[in-house]
C-alpha cells in the first residue's frame, strides 16, 4: 500500500512538472510568434502550476509578456482585463513569487489604475494581494499608444545624438546578404546612415546624400574603393518605405518596398568589411551626421532574397525561426537598454542616448502582435466547420492559408491531411 502511494504521488509530481514545462513551452512559442493574447493565457495557466518548487523562468517570461501587454491596451484593451482575472485567480505561492518581483508587481498595479473599469464579476484592486499604491505612468521605457486606430511600437531616433549599437564580428563571414527594415525619415541629415557595419573607409551602408532624399546603398572594400546603387526621386520624409539591400555573388541590388530600384555588378558581402563596428542610424564616418526618424523590424539573411521574397514578408511579423534569417530586431519593445535578437541567434542590440521605443500608426495589420494569429484562428474554425460538413476540399484550403499566417498553428497541418485523405477517397 505504501509502494503504491509512493508511485501515485511521483506520477502527479511527473505529471504537474510536465504540464508546467509544456505550458511555459507555448507561452514562449506564442511569445517569439507576436500571439499575444495566447502567451497571456499560457504563461498564466503555468504559473498556476507552481508549488514553490518551480524556477524564475516563469515569471522572467511573464513580465516580458505584461509589459507587452501593456504597449497595446489603445488596440487591445481586454488584454488588461485577461491578466488583472488571471492574476487575482492565482493561489498563494505564485502571488507571493509576483510580490517578489517588484518590476513585475508594478506593472500588473499600472493595470489596476488604467483603462476603465473591469468587468463586474472581477475583483477591484482594493481587495487583491497587490497595494493600491501603484504609479500611474508605466515604468521606462514603455510608451503607451497615444494614437488612433491600430498601433505597432518601433524605434524612434532624433538626430542628436540616438542609435544603435550591434554586436560586434557578428556578420563577418557571410557573403551572400540580405538587409531590410521599414525606415521613415523625419529629415534629410548630412550624410545620415540608416545602417553602417565596418569602419570609416572600409563598410557597407545605407543612407542618404547630403541633405537630399537621394538613397545610397555603398559598400566600400578592402582597397577602400566605394560600389554603389542608389534611388533618386523615391524617397520622401515623413513616409514609411521598406527598404532592402541586398549583395554577394550576383551584384549589389536596391529594393523600396519590394520594387527593384538599382543594381551594381560588384559582388563583394559583409566579409568585406569584417571586424568593424555595427550601428543603425549612425555612420563610422565622424563627420556625418546621425539618422533622424523612425526604423522598424531590422532583418538581416545569410542570402540573398528575391524581390518576390522581399515583397511577400515585408508587411508581415516573422516568427524568428525562418531558414537564413541571422538577426531580426522588430525594435517594438525593450528591457532597459537592450533590445533582444528575435532570430535564435541572440544578437542583443544596445539603445544609445535617447534611442527609444514609442507607439505610431501601424504600418501593416500583420505588423501588430497577435494579428496573424488572429487570421489563422478564423481560417482554422473555417476549416474545421467545413470538415464536418464534409466539404474537404474547402477544409483542405482554409487549414492551409490559416498554416500561411502561422507556421505550425495548432493542429492545421494534420488535419489539412487528414481531410485531403477523405476528400481523395
Same mark, same amino acid.
Given at each position: 500500500m505504501k509502494r503504491c502511494f509512493v508511485f501515485l504521488a511521483a506520477v502527479i509530481f511527473l505529471c504537474s512538472a510536465v504540464t508546467y514545462a509544456d505550458l511555459y513551452k507555448d507561452a514562449k512559442?506564442?511569445?517569439?510568434?507576436?500571439?499575444?493574447?495566447?502567451?497571456?493565457?499560457k504563461i498564466f495557466e503555468s504559473a498556476r502550476t507552481d508549488d514553490g518548487s518551480k524556477g524564475s523562468e516563469v515569471y522572467e517570461l511573464m513580465e516580458k509578456v505584461v509589459r507587452l501587454a501593456t504597449?497595446?491596451?489603445?488596440?487591445n484593451p481586454e488584454y488588461r482585463e485577461i491578466i488583472l482575472s488571471k492574476t487575482n485567480d492565482l493561489p498563494g505561492i505564485p502571488t507571493t513569487r509576483i510580490e517578489g518581483r517588484p518590476s513585475l508587481k508594478q506593472v500588473i498595479d499600472v493595470l489596476?489604475? +488604467?483603462?476603465?473599469?473591469?468587468? =463586474? =464579476?472581477?475583483?477591484? =484592486?482594493?481587495?487583491?494581494?497587490?497595494?493600491?499604491?501603484?504609479?500611474?505612468?508605466?515604468?521606462?521605457?514603455?510608451?503607451a499608444p497615444s494614437v488612433a486606430g491600430?498601433?505597432?511600437? +518601433?524605434?524612434?531616433?532624433?538626430?542628436?545624438?540616438?542609435? %544603435?549599437?550591434?554586436?560586434? /564580428?557578428?556578420?563577418?563571414?557571410?557573403? /551572400?546578404?540580405?538587409?531590410?527594415? &521599414?525606415?521613415? &525619415?523625419?529629415?534629410? /541629415?548630412?550624410?545620415?546612415? +540608416?545602417?553602417?557595419?565596418?569602419?570609416? @573607409?572600409?563598410?557597407?551602408?545605407?543612407q542618404n546624400e547630403e541633405t537630399s532624399s537621394t538613397l545610397h546603398f555603398t559598400i566600400y572594400d578592402r582597397k577602400e574603393k566605394g560600389r554603389r546603387v542608389k534611388a533618386e526621386k523615391v524617397i520622401t520624409a515623413g513616409t514609411w518605405y521598406h527598404i532592402a539591400a541586398v549583395c554577394g555573388y550576383g551584384g549589389m541590388a536596391l529594393y523600396v518596398n519590394g520594387q527593384f530600384v538599382d543594381s551594381?555588378?560588384?559582388?563583394?558581402?559583409?566579409?568585406?568589411?569584417?571586424g568593424g563596428k555595427n550601428y543603425v542610424g549612425r555612420s563610422n564616418w565622424p563627420k556625418d551626421d546621425l539618422f533622424q526618424g523612425y526604423i522598424a523590424e531590422f532583418r538581416v539573411w545569410d542570402r540573398r532574397r528575391s524581390a518576390s521574397e522581399i515583397a511577400s514578408t515585408m508587411n508581415r511579423l516573422l516568427t524568428g525561426q525562418e531558414p537564413g534569417l541571422v538577426a531580426y530586431w522588430r525594435f517594438n519593445y525593450a528591457e532597459g537598454s537592450n533590445v533582444q535578437d528575435s532570430s535564435p541567434n541572440g544578437h542583443t542590440a544596445a539603445l544609445v542616448?535617447? $534611442?527609444?521605443? %514609442? !507607439? %505610431?500608426?501601424?504600418? !501593416?495589420?500583420?505588423?501588430?502582435?497577435?494579428?496573424?494569429?488572429?487570421? !489563422?484562428?478564423?481560417?482554422?474554425?473555417?476549416? $474545421?466547420? !467545413?470538415?464536418? @460538413?464534409?466539404?474537404?476540399?474547402?477544409? +483542405?484550403? $482554409?487549414?492551409?492559408? $490559416?498554416?500561411?499566417? %502561422?507556421?505550425?498553428?495548432?493542429?492545421?497541418?494534420?488535419l489539412a491531411g487528414q481531410a485531403q485523405k477523405l476528400a481523395d477517397e
Open positions: 512559442a506564442a511569445f517569439d510568434k507576436g500571439d499575444l493574447k495566447t502567451a497571456i493565457e504597449t497595446y491596451l489603445s488596440t489596476r489604475q +488604467v483603462g476603465g473599469p473591469l468587468h =463586474s =464579476s472581477m475583483p477591484s =484592486s482594493s481587495t487583491s494581494a497587490f497595494s493600491s499604491q501603484a504609479p500611474t505612468t508605466l515604468p521606462t521605457p514603455l510608451t491600430p498601433a505597432m511600437n +518601433v524605434l524612434y531616433l532624433d538626430g542628436t545624438g540616438a542609435y %544603435v549599437q550591434l554586436p560586434p /564580428n557578428i556578420f563577418d563571414r557571410l557573403t /551572400n546578404v540580405t538587409v531590410e527594415a &521599414w525606415v521613415k &525619415w523625419e529629415r534629410f /541629415n548630412n550624410w545620415a546612415h +540608416v545602417f553602417d557595419f565596418g569602419r570609416e @573607409k572600409n563598410a557597407i551602408l545605407i551594381d555588378k560588384y559582388d563583394g558581402g559583409l566579409d568585406e568589411v569584417a542616448g535617447d $534611442a527609444r521605443i %514609442v !507607439a %505610431v500608426p501601424a504600418i !501593416a495589420r500583420h505588423l501588430i502582435p497577435g494579428e496573424l494569429g488572429k487570421d !489563422a484562428e478564423e481560417l482554422y474554425q473555417a476549416g $474545421a466547420t !467545413a470538415l464536418k @460538413k464534409q466539404d474537404y476540399a474547402a477544409a +483542405v484550403e $482554409a487549414f492551409q492559408k $490559416a498554416l500561411t499566417f %502561422v507556421i505550425g498553428y495548432k493542429d492545421a497541418q494534420v
